[in-house]
């Protein structure tokens, strides 16, 4: 049995080096065959789940690629790394409104190679608006991955292809197709769903409402963002066990000579008033 899952395996890598190395076939549904003559369609289903269950985030991210197939297999697997994710839209309405960050989180797999986010917790609910302005616009996209002790940042600015918000309407999106010759992070198309509404007072304001996120899996592959968008590794530092002794010794320490200081310091104060009552009763006894 071990023999046969190895040769499988083999198989399979096979398969997605001979595709990764070939332009990407989104959707295909093209058989393709290892230097051995097998082909795709020859390996049960149940041994492809067992070695698509033993490879990591790299490889899936090809399996998706390959056929309909490995991606519907492939794609589910994919979502402890889409839970480490936060999807971060940059919208503005000028010349009022800056630079305001739109937080989104990992909901679920949808259908047609989609990966869904919802509002992040932690973000604001809503955000105001001038009606009398021109309509808001999103002029970039940051992907925040959390991996173990590091966080990952990838920046893509559409600043050449501003993506427009209308507030008449209730979804406005990137689409991929077109920029056909774009590859890449530029590549994958995403929508933004949201609700406008208006304020009880005056015409002049609206509030938007975020509702959810929703992009192509490949602009969560690290590999694909790398490649068209800037990147930026934050470390954050764990102190070694030794150190945290060490750390709680000094404090210790620290804390031992602030009680010595407050008792010298108490000593010296309790002699000073003895020392001016002696001088006053000397004092009066002259």
Known sequence: MATVLFQQTSLIQSLVEQLW????HHYANTTFNSESGASLSNLPIELIELIIAHVDTETLFKLCRVNQLLRALAQPRLIN???????????????????????FTFSSCGDNNRMLFEPSRDAPTSLTLQAA??????????????????????????????VPVPLEQNITG???SENVDVD??????????????????????KYLYPKSFSCDTDLLDPQVLISSSSEK???QQQPKEEEKVESHDEK???MMMQDNEDVNSSSWVT?????????FYRWLSA
């Open 271 to 279: 002699k000073i008033v003895n020392d001016t009552m002696t001088s």
């Open 81 to 103: 790394h889409a839970q480490q994710i936060t999807m971060r839209l940059w919208i503005h309405q000028h010349p009022l409104v800056s630079n305001k960050p739109l937080d």
């Open 233 to 235: 590794v934050e470390q």
């Open 21 to 24: 190395n070939s332009k990407p």
């Open 184 to 205: 890449g992070a530029y590549g994958c198309g995403w929508n933004f769903s949201y609700t406008i509404r208006d304020d009880d007072r005056t015409s002049a304001i």
């Open 252 to 254: 210790k320490k620290m």
């Open 133 to 162: 302005l021109p309509p808001p616009q999103i002029d970039g996209c940051t992907i925040l991955i959390k991996v173990h002790n590091t966080r990952r940042i990838y920046s893509i600015s559409y600043k050449d292809c501003l």
């Open 174 to 176: 990137y689409k991929s």
